[in-house]
């Protein structure tokens, strides 16, 4: 059987710098940071005070849950990625299923990293207390990783696969080409993909123990967040969610659906830790192996792209990134395609960082665009060296573009790249 | 056994939180069965006994959770306890 293409029929978010379509539009689109100063992590004693966090309105909720759910809702990912996927699948003009009523049709492949670490925390104390009774029911799928993919196939009635994908930060982007590859092989005619992350203390620690985020700019949040600069030293970290309804190009044109972009696939495979790659530094070798399969598997030309959304995360391993791609497609100075860092204005969104950085990329192609990097007036020489400055813009750029790069790398040494194409009918 | 209407209205508002959308509390008589007629989800009655326990200041074992089938049986636990 031939593959079947793949559109993008729904897109929902829910980043630091804005929650729903609209405000993240607008948000990228001017480069608004959503890195602010956590009070809570200063009481702490982080080295890194800043962090990337969605702001939710409180009567918002009340949309994406029960009002006995919210009771005790403590795991903030299930949060952020159910109003980033309820939103794509209502974006998409998709029903939610009556109770008697199942989409074998649909599924979803929503990624996390940790989920629900506050309920988690809570329920060690009561179980070192000898309360373990005092549990309540919903720890377990409020702890689960699948407890975000559970929420999300309660709520829209999907019957087809539902699951949960982990890989570190390549969560999300990884996520997409899964649900990808299920639609092109005719497994499924729907499939809510992404990732989301919790936020909080008890995922950032390990972060700042390991000393890789950025200690330099508590008193200045928004401008702490510095991929690709002389300087970055560093991440911000991040939280969130993003999501994006997958359909076959049948399914979506014989229901009308607005098509954001078209999928073309895309390539994952690993680093081994071996040669220059470990737990937790990408073997550049694979990384390049990545790009240029993606580009083999959906029969790119390398020239044709004309805009990567980068890993690029600020903790000095931009300049590597960029010689990783530059090497790999074959590219560089002026005839280098265009590259931002979506992580300049929201932070490092860990697992979820590759999927609300998808779907920035596909604002791009919907509204003919490359937003600008903040943060972004002091290039590292090793990265100029290798491509022009006027590739890395500052500013927002209206140009129409055709084809979209987008990868992630994560811990363990994976890596996740994808293209997506502008569609036209 | 005389009803403890005290009683009878706590446990309501207690139950009340865990109803399905299509179930009122209207809908709740002594008889009633907590899953089969209330359609509570089986996996909340757990945190019933926790709401129960905490608003009547009592332990609820798990043998007797089990016999906690209908609202009047619910109450004949807690009345016993509290009148401990």
């Not at chain 1, 990134?321 to 265009?338: M, Q, T």
């Amino acid at each position: 059987m031939s593959k079947q293409r793949v559109v993008i029929t729904g897109l929902g978010v829910c980043a630091p710098n804005g929650v729903g379509i609209p405000a993240f539009t607008e948000a990228i689109k001017n480069g608004i940071s959503g890195i602010r100063f956590q009070q809570q992590l200063a009481d702490l004693n982080f080295g890194c005070q800043i962090a990337g966090q969605p702001e939710i309105p409180d009567d918002l909720l009340k949309e994406y849950f029960t009002p006995l759910q919210l009771r005790d809702l403590e795991a903030t990912g299930i949060t952020y990625g159910m109003i980033a996927g309820v939103d794509a699948w209502k974006d998409a003009g998709l029903a939610i299923t009556d109770k008697d009523t199942v989409d074998y049709d649909s599924g979803i492949i929503f990624g996390t990293s940790l989920l629900g670490v506050e309920k988690f925390r809570k329920a060690i104390y009561l179980t070192d207390e000898g309360k373990v009774k005092r549990l309540g029911s919903t720890t377990v799928i409020q702890t689960m990783a699948s407890g975000i993919s559970a929420y999300l196939g309660g709520y829209l009635g999907c019957g087809n696969q539902v699951t949960t994908n982990s890989s570190a930060c390549t969560t999300g982007t990884e996520s997409i080409l899964m649900g990808y590859d299920r639609i092109a092989n005719g497994y499924a005619k729907r499939m809510l993909v992404g990732g989301c992350n919790d936020a909080g203390p008890y995922i950032w620690g390990g972060f700042d123990a390991m000393r890789v985020l950025n200690k330099k700019h508590n008193d200045q949040p928004e401008q702490g967040s510095r991929p690709m600069q002389s300087d970055a030293g560093g991440f911000v970290p991040g939280s969130g969610a993003g999501a994006l309804v997958l359909e076959s190009l049948e399914s979506a044109l014989s229901r009308n659906a607005t098509i954001y972009a078209e999928v073309l696939g895309g390539a994952v495979n690993s680093g081994g830790q071996r040669q220059s790659g470990s737990m937790t530094a990408p073997n550049s070798i694979a990384v390049q192996h990545c790009i240029k399969d993606a580009m083999k598997n959906t029969a790119t030309h390398p020239q044709d792209i004309d805009t990567i959304n980068g890993h690029l995360t600020a903790t000095g391993m931009c300049p590597t990134e960029i010689k990783n791609w530059s090497d790999a497609l074959g590219r560089s100075g002026e005839n280098f395609p265009y590259i931002n860092s979506l992580k300049s204005m929201t932070g490092h969104c860990l697992a979820a960082a590759g999927s609300i950085e998808t779907v920035a990329t596909i604002l791009e192609l919907q509204h003919g665009m490359v937003f600008g990097n903040i943060n972004c007036n002091d290039i590292h020489p090793d990265i100029t060296a290798i491509i022009a400055k006027s590739k890395i813009p500052n500013k927002t750029i209206h140009k129409e573009i055709h084809i979209a790069a987008k990868a992630s790398f994560g811990f363990g040494d994976v890596n996740c790249c994808m293209l997506f194409k502008k569609y036209n009918s | 056994m005389t009803m403890n209407t005290d009683n009878y209205d706590a446990l309501k508002k207690i139950i009340k939180i865990y109803l399905p959308e299509d179930v009122s509390v209207d809908d709740i008589t002594p008889n009633s069965h907590l899953i089969n007629e209330l359609n509570i989800n089986s996996a909340n009655l757990v945190d019933v006994v926790l709401d129960v326990e905490d608003h009547f200041d009592i332990t609820i074992e798990d043998d007797e959770i089990e016999k906690m089938d209908t609202v009047a049986s619910a109450l004949e636990i807690i009345s016993q306890k509290v009148a401990k």
